[in-house]
């Protein structure tokens, strides 16, 4: 079993990984807005506001998971969050997923934000692999995920409906071993 009781805080250069706090959620509540973050996650845009604030302020007390608010640097507001989430104990591993607002986009917070906490999962947390997925539809995220070190493991065929298409869903998985090879380069 994975404790997260205790949330980290890890700086990097263009942006700090950090629990949520109160101030953050106009920021968040702009980002789950934005059409793109929609249509990228797979989501709706029906959420009930208070729903959604109850939501992030319980995100600090999760012990099986850890969410982290992007905050970027130079601007000093929220700009996304990073998750592990889905604790497989027979594969030792955990789910990663991100989201990226309007203000964050293109210019390296998600890549920085991705390798940040990919590192921390690895130095901190014992897992042997990271897990996730990402719609086909997301070229930049995939991008990303690639040059982190992810490589695909399977593809679930027409996981989500889109505007009346089938969007298949990528799996792809990172191993220690790979983050370590990585990492030694």
């Known amino acids: 079993m994975i404790d997260l009781r205790q949330k980290p805080i890890i700086e990097g250069e263009k942006i700090i990984l950090r629990p949520f706090k109160t101030a953050d959620f106009p920021y968040i509540e702009e980002c789950l807005k934005d059409a793109e973050v929609i249509k990228l996650t797979g989501s709706t845009s029906d959420r009930v506001r208070d729903t ?59 890549t920085e934000a991705t390798e940040q906490m990919i590192d921390y999962a690895f130095q901190n947390m014992k897992l042997d692999q990271v897990t996730l997925s990402v719609y086909e539809f997301n070229p930049r995220a995939r991008s990303v995920y690639e040059k982190v070190g992810f490589v695909l493991e399977s593809i679930d065929e027409n996981e989500l409906e889109f505007e009346g298409e089938g969007i298949d869903s990528i799996n792809m998985k990172l191993t220690r071993e790979v983050w370590s090879s990585k990492k030694r380069r």
Do not use: C, F, H
Not at 85 to 109: F, K, T, V, W
């Open 52 to 110: 959604v604030l109850d939501w992030y302020n319980t995100r600090n007390d999760q012990m099986d998971r850890l969410d982290l608010a992007i905050v970027d640097k130079s601007q000093d507001i929220l700009v996304g969050e990073v998750v592990l989430n889905l604790y497989d104990a027979e594969s030792n591993s955990m789910n990663y997923r991100i989201l990226i607002g309007p203000r964050g986009r293109n210019r390296g917070l998600g």
